[in-house]
């Protein structure tokens, strides 16, 4: 992994606890992140998700997009889950990043959240975008 990517990796274990975070390093620098056990709740039926994503060795000027969770994200009333998350995706399994073998794949669903306004610098971090990701799903 390239060093931005690194502190990127410490940062969002630094956020959510390093036994919560699962990570392998791709073959560029970049590298695979899950984090698990993230509280979404309401309007979920799920009181809680992994969300996965790919930091690019290009971090930090790269975008960190899309991010992965559960495939059967659910409403609690039942309706639409609405734009930005479509099915039928897959993304690095749990087993994978822990051992950094053989890239196998999970079920999930994808949050397309693309950010159209970074910081001054033109920087988002991403811990940032996780946080910003988590905070629109709870929304």
């Not at 791709?26 to 809680?48: C, M, N, S």
């Not at 000027?61 to 009333?77: E, K, S």
Request: glycine fraction near 10%.
């Amino acid at each position: 992994m390239t060093p931005a990517v690194t502190k990127a990796v410490d940062a969002i274990r630094s956020q959510f606890g390093g036994d919560n975070v699962l990570v392998a390093a791709d073959r560029d620098g970049g590298a695979y992140v899950i984090v698990e056990g993230v509280p979404i709740g309401a309007p979920f039926l799920q009181a809680v998700s992994w969300i996965g994503f790919h930091i690019p060795s290009m971090c930090p000027y790269a975008a960190v997009y899309p991010h992965f969770v559960v495939p059967d994200l659910a409403r609690l009333d039942g309706g639409p889950l609405g734009e930005g998350l479509s099915t039928g995706h897959s993304f690095p399994d749990q087993g994978s990043l822990k051992t950094q073998g053989a890239m196998s794949a999970r079920s999930a669903m994808q949050v397309s959240r693309r950010s159209n306004r970074k910081d001054s610098a033109g920087i988002e971090t991403p811990l940032h975008k996780l946080l910003k990701v988590i905070q629109w799903l709870k929304s």
